[in-house]
């Protein structure tokens, strides 16, 4: 179940407060408007709540203004005219919100019409004029009180000194319902508020902007299992951890005479392409298939230029057939500066997606880029989170680290802490308790130690 949020806590005051206010009034005045006012205009952000409320204080006094001259006109229609009277109130509902409009504040027309039928309406407990001044009295008394419930905070810490990165697929990323609202609006508050976050992703640059455009990102992300840096703002690659053309040429030699297929990714002039032979299996061909249909993927038939630069190598293959392709390359001149990777999330269980790095494509080794190339940021603490094993170099050279409630047992044991939920939320919500803890809240501390001091 979704966790009560601080705006219900708030409105709920704010309620009881306008309520109080009616009972110290000896119960004069009509207290659904003060409270209505004070549930409406509490909102989320403070400048929203503020915006909100100017809309509804002017909706109120040109609905009270107009509906006070339509019951003046009104007192000499007769009883019997019950049509025309109806009618008169209907149309007045056009200089009612015109007048908005005319004053640049149409977010207060609905607010305009509702306060003039309200007034025109009245069951007659109190004299038009009273009624008036009780309706917009009241919803102003509503207004004022939420505004002042809303700008208290609780006392909190500020802790900028801290850099966020989080996995993206099973970590912040959910498959079947992508980032949550709550997620996007709080890490979107976060980076306006300046917190230092990024995401650290196997995909391609490509293939995560798609589902990120909702995110308000400042700084590059780490993607391709950290192969690259890469800047969402001006779409360009700011680093990049490719094999070396001999190393290339060797692998694809090997390859070759294997007579065996593969995807090779190349950088080439800030685009990542694709490029792919004829299929030698059905799960080449479904991943061909599925990949292709994103307008984010360069694929192209045929052999990769000399000037680019190659940034993995991708074979699906069999279990065993991954296993003795690996051994052979490993044998290969300069094959220590290799690094493999296996996926088995997108394949049946004989099969495997068998990646080929250079040894610095992790994503520790460009985490430790980023920071060190963004002024300002070389004393941060990092806290990260992870799920996958290719997140345990980042994990265990962090500061702090979690992992996801369905992380991988060798993720587990690799980090501080590990959260109770599975979904991103859970990741979100940390992230804003130590970010801005509350003043009595303990601060979480490392309780590992890393992989370097357990070398030493």
Partial sequence: MPKIG???IKTSIAVAICLMIY????KQGAPVFSTIAAVICMQPQMENSVKVAINRIIGTLIGAMIGLLVLAVLRFVPAEYEVVYHMMISIAIIPAMYITVVLKKTGAAAMAGVVLLSVTLSD?????????????????IGIVVSLVVNVIHLPRGHREELFFVTGFDGALYDAKKGISPYSIFELNQL???GAKFTIATERTPA????????LHLKLPIIA????VLYDVNEMRYLACNGISKEMTARIQTYLQQKNLHYFLNVLLQDVLLIYYQEFHNEEEQKLYERARSSPHRNYIHGEAPEDGIAVYFLLVLHMDEADMVEKEIRQLTGAEDLLFLRDTSETPPEYCHLKIYHKNATKEVMLRTLLEGVDGMGNRKV????SNRNDISMLQWADLSYATADASA???????????KKHGDSIVYTMLQLYEPFVWQKIPQRRRKTIYEIKE
């Fill in 224 to 227: 391709m299992d950290g192969a």
């Fill in 124 to 140: 007659g407990l109190y004299p038009p004029l009273t009624g008036a001044f009780y309706r917009a009295f009241e919803t102003i």
């Fill in 383 to 386: 806290v990260a989170f992870g």
């Fill in 6 to 8: 601080m705006r219900m």
């Fill in 207 to 214: 293939s995560l902007l798609a589902d990120i455009q909702d």
């Fill in 191 to 193: 980076l306006e508020d």
């Fill in 23 to 26: 009972l110290l009034r000896g």
């Fill in 410 to 420: 060798e993720v587990k044991a690799a980090v501080d802490y590990r959260l109770r």
